[in-house]
């Protein structure tokens, strides 16, 4: 049986891709980097374990140990874990860091896959099992956009997509065409908050692919968790990049976007 490895974080792709993966006759290694891995993905996976994401020494034996050739990371990992302090850093990722330019999402993870490829493991694309997940373009939800909602996706993917070059992060709210808030370190649902607060609500989210999207990292993701941020906040509208995002849960994310009046397009 083939192998594969899988680096997890918080949220449901990484037990979507180990029961995919499965269903293909793989036999799916999973390591679980953060604290908050959905509990299902043990049971999913045919090994699991627990490694913290700094402790990469050990993330690299364990992986070779089970015959590990081809990895994929897939889940919440949020860059602020590196800043905090929460997460230990062994002397493998302190000298892998030290050695970077600078601490941007994709040069630390171009900086972990060729650690990972000089010990034989390959990154795998993060869409390649679970690419069905992808929706493509149209309206979602049974609401659909208004006039103005539509002017402020438009905007919104644009100025998403320029943050995106500058590697900044993946999402902006905005409103009436302005921007309220852009992600950077603390994530998605913090970045929703705080631009729906400045919006007073009714604002549009929109989340884009970089540019030059690598599909081994990052890959931008929007699912449950979204929609309760954007509930929370007030927020009226999201839209997504067509072909390029993974709308996780689909179910339970469109109920409950239908249940809050939220619209939801993929553009």
């Given at each position: 049986?083939?192998?594969?490895?899988?680096?997890?974080?918080?949220?449901?792709?990484?037990?979507?891709?180990?029961?995919?993966a499965?269903?293909?006759?793989?036999?799916?290694i999973?390591i679980?980097v953060?604290?908050?891995?959905?509990?299902e993905?043990?049971q999913?996976?045919?090994?699991?374990y627990?490694?913290n994401a700094g402790?990469?020494?050990?993330?690299?034996?364990?992986l070779?140990?089970e015959g590990?050739?081809?990895?994929t990371?897939l889940?919440?990992?949020?860059?602020?874990?590196l800043?905090s302090?929460?997460?230990a850093l062994d002397?493998r990722m302190?000298?892998?860091?030290?050695g970077?330019n600078?601490?941007?999402?994709d040069?630390?993870?171009l900086a972990?896959a060729?650690?990972l490829?000089?010990?034989?493991?390959?990154?795998l694309?993060?869409t390649a099992l679970?690419?069905?997940q992808?929706p493509?373009?149209?309206?979602l939800?049974?609401?659909?956009?208004t006039e103005?909602?539509r002017?402020?996706?438009?905007?919104?993917?644009?100025m998403?997509?320029?943050?995106?070059?500058?590697?900044?992060?993946q999402t902006?709210v905005?409103k009436?065409?302005?921007?309220?808030?852009?992600e950077?370190?603390e994530?998605t649902d913090?970045?929703?908050l705080?631009?729906?607060a400045?919006?007073?609500?009714?604002?549009t989210?929109?989340?884009?692919?970089?540019p030059?999207?690598?599909a081994?990292?990052?890959?931008?993701a929007?699912?449950?968790?979204?929609i309760?941020?954007?509930?929370?906040?007030?927020?009226a509208?999201l839209v997504?990049?067509?072909?390029?995002?993974?709308?996780?849960d689909?179910r339970?994310?469109l109920?409950l976007?239908?249940e809050n009046?939220i619209?939801?397009?993929?553009m």
């Amino acid at each position: 049986m083939k192998v594969i490895g899988l680096l997890a974080g918080v949220g449901r792709l990484p037990v979507d891709f180990a029961r995919a993966a499965s269903g293909m006759g793989f036999a799916v290694i999973a390591i679980g980097v953060v604290p908050g891995v959905d509990p299902e993905l043990a049971q999913a996976a045919s090994r699991y374990y627990s490694i913290n994401a700094g402790e990469l020494g050990r993330v690299v034996a364990a992986l070779k140990q089970e015959g590990v050739q081809e990895v994929t990371m897939l889940g919440k990992v949020t860059k602020e874990l590196l800043f905090s302090g929460a997460v230990a850093l062994d002397d493998r990722m302190k000298r892998l860091l030290a050695g970077l330019n600078d601490q941007n999402d994709d040069t630390i993870l171009l900086a972990l896959a060729k650690e990972l490829a000089g010990e034989g493991i390959g990154v795998l694309d993060q869409t390649a099992l679970i690419r069905s997940q992808m929706p493509g373009a149209g309206v979602l939800t049974r609401r659909q956009p208004t006039e103005a909602e539509r002017a402020d996706m438009e905007y919104g993917l644009e100025m998403a997509r320029q943050i995106g070059g500058l590697d900044i992060g993946q999402t902006v709210v905005v409103k009436n065409r302005a921007v309220m808030a852009v992600e950077a370190i603390e994530g998605t649902d913090a970045c929703i908050l705080r631009g729906s607060a400045l919006g007073r609500g009714g604002v549009t989210v929109a989340k884009t692919a970089k540019p030059n999207q690598d599909a081994r990292f990052d890959v931008p993701a929007v699912g449950p968790d979204t929609i309760r941020a954007m509930i929370e906040g007030g927020a009226a509208a999201l839209v997504i990049e067509a072909g390029k995002t993974l709308l996780v849960d689909r179910r339970t994310t469109l109920q409950l976007a239908e249940e809050n009046g939220i619209t939801i397009v993929a553009m």
